[in-house]
């Protein structure tokens, strides 16, 4: 049997980076290969220190390789972090009562795309919602559609110059090439979101180690994407100053006894916690520990919560609230979430894929399958470009296209 195409998912986050090598064949997607290393030149998804970085990518990489017996050259790589920003767009054109093509499509586009973005941002992503022809709106595809005036609704998602330059540049000096750069909410909403749920409405919760982002999907097309800078770190620091233990054990404390909600606690369960400076270890209830937890990851759903209903989207998420990322896994947060947005929550596994699926079937790996997902879906699509860079091509490429079109 003939091998597939390989694509890798590096998902280079604040607590861990971790390479998912996927074989594609047709549609179907087979995991052959995984490797993960802590991560520690990154704050609040921001590359902070690339020399560190790059030592753990290369370590997460290499783990892959061995793991899925093939070199690692090129990866798709997710971005996340306060700096994105993501808003509405709406293009229109003429057709002049012919039919609809392809290349309409990308005129519409550019023309939703033509808005005043600073300097120091680069697009990331343009993501068509829907067409409108002629006044008749929710069309997914209007090639081969008869009309005389074409608009287009797309949401385009920008992020930090230097950071996106950063992360390249990481990769780069451990030796990969940069396939595509992905909005981290939206590659773990293609390993997580059933059909339906992208269908009828869903908010996913990207809850990650230093971020926590939301994409907002309905009608099978994203509506709004949002990012706050904080995340599991915050309930680690909280743990840490509150049982006064060293960071690592507040983690370890975190992973294996962490509980959001105090009801959900048994009054005579208690813990061991490691003291500081060498002093005895000592017990503590666990109830504490879920007094520390509780208020922040209130904070964080509650501010989630207002960017929910502030984005005008709030009455379109039907089917609830999906939670992913590694800090999704702590117990409780489902629960807590049904009480704070008002509407069903669960837990998102990554789906969809085949061979060794059972060792990403964790949400700590969502945006690295999902990156996968994506990159087999867009295997056609430009790569991401950093603005600037090789703009003479560009602009040759440009007017080629213009002279085509008026020949």
């Not at 983690?251 to 500081?276: A, M, N, Y």
């Not at 109830?287 to 937890?293: D, G, M, R, T, Y």
């Not at 964790?362 to 090789?390: C, H, Q």
């Amino acid at each position: 049997m003939s091998k597939g195409e390989i694509i890798v998912g590096l998902d280079i986050g604040t607590t861990k980076i971790c390479a998912v090598v996927g074989e594609v064949q047709g549609s179907q997607v087979d995991i052959v290969g995984m490797g993960s290393h802590p991560s520690e030149g990154l704050r609040k998804g921001v590359v902070v220190n690339i020399e560190t970085t790059v030592a753990s990518i290369k370590k997460a990489v290499e783990e892959a390789e061995m793991m899925a017996g093939c070199e690692i050259t090129s990866v798709m790589t997710g971005i996340a972090g306060g700096h994105i920003k993501g808003f509405n767009s709406q293009g229109v054109i003429a057709i002049k009562g012919r039919e609809v093509v392809a290349k309409d499509k990308e005129r519409v586009v550019d023309a939703a795309r033509a808005v005043a973005i600073p300097t120091d941002r680069e697009v990331i992503h343009i993501l068509p919602q829907e067409y409108i022809l002629d006044g008749q709106d929710g069309i997914q595809d209007p090639v081969g559609m008869s009309g005389v005036r074409l608009e287009a609704k797309v949401h385009i998602v920008t992020g930090a110059v230097a950071s996106a330059h950063n992360l390249i540049k990481c990769c780069n000096q451990a030796g990969l090439d940069v396939a595509d750069i992905v909005l981290q909410s939206l590659a773990s909403a293609e390993a997580v979101l059933t059909p339906e749920e992208r269908n009828l409405g869903s908010a996913l919760l990207d809850f990650g180690g230093g971020t926590t982002d939301l994409a907002i999907f309905s009608q099978e097309s994203i509506k709004h994407t949002a990012g706050l800078a904080l995340g599991g770190n915050n309930l680690t620091t909280d743990l840490a100053v509150g049982l006064r233990t060293p960071m690592a054990s507040a983690e370890q404390i975190k992973r294996r006894h962490g509980c959001c909600l105090s009801s959900l606690v048994g009054k005579d369960e208690v813990v061991p916690v490691e003291s500081v400076g060498g002093r005895e270890p000592r017990k503590v209830k666990r109830q504490i520990l879920a007094s520390i937890l509780e208020p922040r990851v209130d904070e964080i759903l509650s501010m989630i919560q207002m960017e929910l209903e502030n984005s005008g989207f709030s009455r379109q998420v039907v089917s609830g609230v999906v939670l992913t990322g590694g800090s999704s896994l702590l117990e409780g947060i489902t629960e807590m979430a049904e009480q704070i947005f008002n509407m069903p929550s669960r837990r998102g596994y990554p789906m969809g894929v085949g061979g060794l699926a059972d060792v990403v079937n964790n949400p700590m790996y969502a945006t690295a399958v999902g990156l996968i997902l994506y990159g087999a879906r867009n295997r056609e699509e430009k790569k991401f470009r950093i603005r600037d860079s090789n703009i003479f091509n560009r602009v040759a490429s440009r007017m080629r296209k213009w002279f085509k079109e008026i020949v």
